[in-house]
């Protein structure tokens, strides 16, 4: 079909790119005539910096939409306005476009000082600067993420997104401002991005299935990581990642699978993490099945999750620590069919002081193994 377009320009509706006024309904108003047009309809936030309080985009749309963001939008420091976990949610879209080159600011070192979800479970979360809920056939690209309150982005529930061109960035010091986070979601993409945060750069969650990460530039942050998996009882499965072609430099783990012990029983396999460089990574290759940061989780129970059909390939650098390869399955639950091919992780650039641990893993290795392969 041949769409007829329509731009709707926020100033139109009375938004205001002071810094100052909050603009969140000319943004609402704006999406709602771009989401009712039939044919493509264009929001378009022009350059400037626009403060906007909490914001829901919510479809079915007529037809294809566009959010063309080149300014600033910035999210309110007062905690008090957001009456959810979300400062901005796109919510039962099909066919959505994400660009403009502008940047959403989520303010977050107001916030960072509230979190208390690095020490309690039972936490009130803070907003995540952008939600993704039911969207189907979307791009993301060219956008900008800064200092947000929480994650930076969240992905559930969503088919068919590609992610390119992002930076995301907060300091090293932010709880919890993972870069991208994805749950019960099937076929994500993402491509050729920056991402540098307090958290995992990138992490995946329950039902998290075919997913390629490629051509991504990681640190300061905890890695990329697959968990932690087995918290709560009755999680979907995670089965399909690549992570390819990826810079890791100066985070705390490299490629990471963290399960809780004890947990409940799921699975998590088909991963292959291969042309990798680790440049001063302090963990470039863990698992880690005995996952509990809290401290009352002294339980002798084994995790319950099943990992199986992990591939660590051709990853190459310089590991801060000297266990440079450390996989801790589970005794209940043995890692199963892991492969170790061409691996050179020396420890501070030195060979022989490099190590590698394996504890209830069957695998198996080839090609050059510094350190040592354990299989």
């Not at 906007?52 to 479809?59: I, V």
């Not at 932010?174 to 994500?188: C, L, Q």
């Not at 009755?234 to 963290?258: Q, W």
């Not at 199963?336 to 061409?342: G, M, V």
């Amino acid at each position: 079909a041949s769409w007829s377009s329509r731009v709707f320009n926020v100033m139109k509706y009375g938004a205001i790119a002071d810094g100052k006024t909050d603009s969140a309904k000319a943004f609402l108003w704006a999406w709602k005539d771009a989401c009712a047009w039939w044919g493509k309809g264009t929001v378009w936030i022009p350059k400037g910096t626009y403060l906007a309080g909490p914001m829901r985009f919510e479809g079915p749309c007529n037809g294809p939409t566009v959010f063309v963001v080149q300014g600033t939008v910035k999210a309110p420091t007062n905690l008090a306005v957001f009456d959810s976990d979300t400062w901005i949610r796109f919510i039962y879209i099909h066919r959505l476009m994400i660009r403009g080159g502008g940047t959403f600011d989520g303010q977050g070192a107001s916030a960072w000082p509230y979190n208390k979800c690095t020490k309690y479970t039972d936490c009130k979360t803070l907003p995540i600067t952008l939600q993704f809920d039911f969207i189907t056939d979307a791009t993301v690209r060219g956008i900008h993420l800064i200092n947000s309150k929480f994650f930076h982005i969240q992905v559930f529930q969503c088919q068919k997104m590609k992610f390119r061109a992002l930076k995301i960035f907060a300091p090293e010091d932010s709880p919890n401002t993972d870069g991208i986070h994805i749950g019960s979601s099937t076929g994500i993409r993402i491509y050729n991005s920056i991402i540098g945060t307090g958290d995992d750069c990138i992490s995946l969650g329950p039902g998290s299935k075919d997913i390629l990460i490629s051509n991504v530039h990681c640190g300061p942050g905890h890695g990329i990581s697959v968990g932690s998996l087995g918290r709560n009882p009755n999680e979907e499965d995670v089965n399909g990642l690549i992570v390819r072609n990826c810079t890791f430099s100066g985070t705390g783990n490299g490629v990471r699978i963290k399960t809780w012990a004890p947990s409940p029983s799921s699975m998590a396999r088909n991963f292959t993490f291969e042309h990798i460089f680790m440049n001063n990574v302090y963990n470039p290759i863990v698992i880690d099945q005995q996952y509990c940061p809290y401290k009352y989780c002294n339980q002798p129970a084994s995790s319950q999750v099943q990992i199986s059909d992990v591939k660590f390939r051709n990853i190459w650098g310089n590991s801060l620590s000297k266990l440079a390869v450390n996989l801790l399955c589970s005794q209940g639950q043995p890692c199963q069919n892991i492969e170790l091919r061409d691996i050179y992780l020396p420890y501070n650039g030195v060979e022989e002081h490099s190590a590698s641990s394996c504890i209830y893993v069957n695998g198996f290795s080839y090609g050059k193994q510094i350190p040592p392969s354990c299989f």
